[in-house]
Each structure stands twice: as structure tokens, then as C-alpha cells.
């Protein structure tokens, strides 16, 4: 594979992959009030560890500042 097709294909992943975590966050994070409506409509996906890190890393107000400024660039 050429040079610039990986680099192609890698940034393409990237940026889906970003796409992704802020359509989960949304769905997931933005949609419910509290942290106990949250858990209670997670994702069978998300391993229940998983998810209780997640719930501590997003309420975290300077990852929300950081995370507002990502999805303001999508």
C-alpha cells in the first residue's frame, strides 16, 4: 500500500472514530439528567467497569470544556 494511502486510511479512521465517541456521548451522556439514568440505559456494549469510568471522566468539568470544543469542530 502506498505511503499516502495509509496515511489516508488512518486519518480516515481517526476522524470516524471521533465521530463516533461524541454520537456515543451524546446518545448516551447528553440525553439523560443524572448519572443513575445514565447507568440505567447503558449500553450492553460497555462493560459496566467500563462505564462507571466513563461517567467519572465526562462529569469532569474540564473534560466537558475540552469535549465542547471538539464537537463545536466536527
Avoid at 447528553?30 to 448519572?35: A, G, H, L, S, V
Wanted: proline share 3%; glycine share 2%; net charge positive.
Amino acid at each position: 500500500m502506498p505511503d499516502d494511502a495509509k496515511t489516508w486510511v488512518l486519518r480516515t479512521i481517526g476522524n470516524l472514530y471521533k465521530v463516533y465517541k461524541c454520537r456515543f456521548k451524546k446518545k448516551h451522556f447528553y440525553q439523560f439528567k443524572d448519572n443513575k439514568t445514565r447507568w440505567k440505559n447503558r449500553h450492553e456494549c460497555i462493560p459496566q467497569e467500563e462505564f462507571s469510568k466513563l461517567l467519572v471522566l465526562w462529569n469532569k468539568k474540564d473534560v466537558a470544556v475540552i469535549s465542547k470544543t471538539f464537537s463545536l469542530l466536527l
